[in-house]
């Protein structure tokens, strides 16, 4: 497994990651979340081993990481436009130990698993964003890395493009491919991640097992459906946030008693209730009370 303990980075007098901890199972996907700046990408560069942790280890199998045991795919996309395809690809596979014809072998099956075996031999600059993508993704795993670190990787893709790579990424877990996650889309993380940390001025301030997390909350959420006025929870304590839509509420409250409450005074009102249902706090709630709070744009 990959184990994170107290790492630190310094740059100067200024604490870009402090005092980090995380351990990552093999074959699982592993969320690591923050506003911007947070210190997301100064931890992948201490993966990575680009960057040296003032203070604290990273291991893997409780010895260093090999670099040729890693793929990364970078926030900043770094394919050469005016090199076909194939010949960055298995290059890059080949700095990391492949053979070439294990390298070619394994580019084929990546490209005809996108269905763009077309691709192969054409220069980076004549794809769509899209595609684009996904030979970033390809050149991230074609050597078969054990730990796939992946930093922003449906940002800016269409909804299509994006199920495509989550459906990757979900083979490469099944594969046993061990993956830190980085995302501002908490709906992404929530569906891949059982596991995350979330990361405020380089400290974590949430991390864990998703489900204990939120189980953790006293907070609730309610979904209703009623013919009530909005302006009755305006008047009701425990109630902190409501979204409505055309099918109905979804309020945020404080406690499980402040819910009871509430539907106890619906019903004595004599409001019709055709849905009044318990939801968890959303990672998005999740996020936004733990880092929203000390937000400093
Ligand atoms: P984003 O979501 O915007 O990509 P992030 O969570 O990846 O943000 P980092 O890029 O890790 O954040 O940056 C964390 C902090 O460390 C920022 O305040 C950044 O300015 C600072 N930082 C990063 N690299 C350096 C460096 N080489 N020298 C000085 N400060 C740095």
């Known amino acids: 497994m990959l184990e994170i303990k107290q790492i630190t980075k310094r740059f100067g007098a200024f604490t870009a990651v402090d005092?980090?901890?995380?351990?990552?199972?093999?074959?699982?996907?592993?969320?690591?979340?923050?506003?911007?700046?947070?210190?997301?990408?100064?931890?992948?560069?201490?993966?990575?081993?680009l960057l040296k942790p003032t203070e604290g280890s990273i291991t893997w199998k409780g010895q260093p990481i090999p670099l040729s045991k890693i793929g990364y795919l970078p926030e900043e996309r770094g394919l050469y436009p005016k090199i076909r395809v194939d010949e960055q690809l298995i290059f890059l596979a080949?700095?990391?130990?492949?053979?070439?014809?294990?390298a070619k072998q394994s580019l084929l099956d990546w490209l005809n698993y996108f269905q763009i075996p077309q691709y192969e031999k054409m220069r980076?600059?004549?794809?769509?964003?899209?595609?684009?993508?996904?030979?970033?993704?390809?050149?991230?795993?074609?050597?078969k890395p054990d730990l796939l670190i992946l930093d922003e990787p449906f940002s800016g893709l269409d909804p299509v493009n994006?199920?495509?790579?989550?459906?990757?990424?979900?083979?490469?877990?099944?594969e046993g491919t061990t993956i830190v996650f980085s995302s501002h889309r908490m709906?992404?993380?929530?569906?891949?991640?059982?596991?995350?940390?979330?990361?405020d001025h380089g400290k974590p301030v949430v991390a864990?097992?998703?489900?204990?997390?939120?189980?953790?909350?006293?907070?609730?959420?309610?979904?209703?459906?009623?013919?009530?006025?909005?302006?009755?929870?305006?008047?009701l304590p425990g109630i902190l946030q409501v979204e409505s839509d055309g099918t109905g509420h979804s309020l945020q409250v404080e406690s499980k008693e402040a819910a009871d409450s509430l539907l106890r005074h619906l019903i004595t009102e004599g409001f019709r209730v055709e849905r009044f249902v318990w939801d968890q706090l959303s990672l998005q709630d999740i996020f936004i009370e733990?880092?929203?709070?000390?937000?400093e744009p």
Request: glycine share 10%.
């Open 290 to 295: 733990e880092v929203g709070k000390r937000y």
């Open 208 to 235: 864990g097992y998703l489900p204990d997390i939120k189980a953790g909350y006293g907070k609730t959420r309610v979904l209703l459906t009623t013919d009530a006025p909005p302006l009755l929870w305006d008047a």
């Open 162 to 174: 994006v199920e495509q790579l989550k459906t990757a990424v979900r083979k490469l877990t099944a």
């Open 94 to 102: 080949e700095l990391r130990d492949m053979k070439r014809k294990d």
């Open 187 to 199: 709906d992404h993380v929530e569906e891949l991640c059982e596991h995350v940390a979330i990361l």
């Open 124 to 143: 980076v600059e004549q794809l769509s964003k899209g595609n684009q993508q996904k030979i970033q993704l390809i050149s991230a795993v074609l050597h």
């Open 19 to 49: 005092e980090l901890s995380f351990e990552v199972p093999e074959g699982q996907i592993f969320g690591l979340l923050g506003a911007n700046g947070a210190g997301k990408t100064t931890t992948f560069r201490m993966l990575l081993g």
